[in-house]
């Protein structure tokens, strides 16, 4: 089941009516009991055997947390119990994500000494969805448990519905247990600025996936240089770079509105039953610098791996040559997390190295540093005018290498970038106009959180914010593209 679906309309409205009828109840237990129910619905309505490993990893995090606060326990064999619910959920995911990568791999190397592997075919393994999503929501439970920052929860079915809470279940945001776990015994008082809030971003995140992103994705396909088929060396190699270039743009603005478009769908549908998700964009386009860029693109990812793997490797705290190796083998992890292909870890090793070398050379701090005269401040904007460019020209390009099938086709796609021939777009053709009015909408967000955050341009007032999400929602149900899966379910 999908946000995008009929299905789920009527899902959410069973939820909505337990909201505004039990779920105004001092006891929440029969509210809870409703969206754990339906939480389960919608997550089996894919694959009613997804519900076993979900099931499965919840059950193990949840034991193992009751274990970890026992008195009884001694400090190693609190350790042993963390690393029984580590095992199990690494493995879990190791081998529905990475056993056709590895396979592959090996395959390819005995292949490349010319010795044959003793398996010939693929061995092809379905992926569950958003099982790294629910993975490290789970992990992070039982070592924040094992930490000493969170209390167990107190049954085992109020956890699986922080686990399986189906707003956030295949696509993120990652919730953590701290920010999540302490929401069901809140009051869930029906407020209107909540409800207006929790409409807007539906109508945002609607406007977002359907309008832009489906039609980006529609457009996209039907370009014969740059369709499905892109990554075969003839049609790259007979692509013009402007066709390319357009292809970086749209894909960005794409791959954006897909994702940002859930999360606000995600966030939106929590609102509207009284529960509160963390945010996961803040416009990432108008990053100032490579940090800042994962400071607003998929910052629950981000600050999980900061969390959870950046500063147990020793963070900044153990030497510069220590810190520039943690930051490129987190991002490279945070690729291989995106997906089981060395593209994906190219990808992830690229915005390891940008990490590092900017911390390196103190890049990010010198963009943050406010200026203190007119000739300071002009020559800021002198450097970092360039140096945002720098950043969002290396952040588009690595989202080549992000949607390729292949490291090499993704280089011949690079190159050509800069070496095919030039600017033959005929910008007459109606389709070819349209994917440009559909990057307005992208841009113009962007602009706007901007001019707010260096300008303190206000924002938009509850009337404003009403009548955008009107238009939003009637574009939505308008001019709507072909119906696409969100990008990152495949992940």
Known sequence: MTFISYAYIVLFAVALLARVTIG????????????????????????????????????VDYYAAQLL????????????VLAVSMISNLGVLGFFKYTNF??????AGLGYFGIAAPWQDAITITLPIGISFYTFQSMSYTIDVYRGLLTPARCFWRFLLFVSFFPHLVAGPIVRALDYLYQFDRPRRIRAV??????????????????????????????PAISDGVWDKGYVRGADSATLWLWVALFSAQIYCDFAGYTDIARGSAYLLGYRLTVNFRYPYIASSFSDFWRRWHISLSSWL????????????????????????????????????????????????????????????????PATTWTAALAQLCWSVPYFVVVQLVVA?????????TIAHANMFAANLFTAPQW????????????????????????????????????????E????????????????GRANAFIYFQF
């Open 194 to 223: 909540v409800v207006t809030e929790g409409v807007a971003l539906i109508a945002r995140g609607l406007f977002l996936k359907m309008v832009c992103a489906d039609n980006i994705g529609t457009f996209l396909a039907g370009i």
């Open 397 to 405: 390009l690595a989202w080549v290498y992000f949607r390729s099938d």
């Open 424 to 463: 033959t777009l005929d910008f007459r053709e109606p389709s070819l106009r349209l994917m440009i009015v559909l990057l307005l909408p992208v841009a113009a967000l962007h602009l706007r959180q901007l001019a707010h955050e260096t300008a303190r341009f206000p924002v938009a007032a509850p009337f």
């Open 69 to 80: 606060v026992r008195p009884s326990l001694t400090a190693r064999q609190r350790k042993q």
């Open 24 to 59: 105004r109840s001092s006891n929440a237990k029969p509210y809870l009991w409703v969206l754990l129910a339906l939480s389960l619905i919608f997550y089996g309505w894919f694959r009613w055997w997804y519900l076993l490993i979900l099931c499965g990893t919840a059950t």
């Open 465 to 480: 914010r009403a009548a955008w999400a009107a238009m939003m929602l009637y574009l939505a149900a308008t001019v709507y």
């Open 306 to 369: 900061r969390d959870y793997l950046y500063r147990p490797l020793g963070g900044n705290q153990q030497g510069r040559a220590r810190t520039y190796l943690n930051l490129f083998t987190v991002m490279l992890l945070g690729g291989l997390w995106h997906g089981a292909a060395w593209p994906f870890v190219l990808w992830g090793g690229i915005h390891g190295t940008a990490l590092a070398v900017e911390r390196m050379l103190g890049l990010a701090d010198r963009a943050r540093t």
């Open 102 to 107: 590895a396979l592959g791999s090996i395959r």
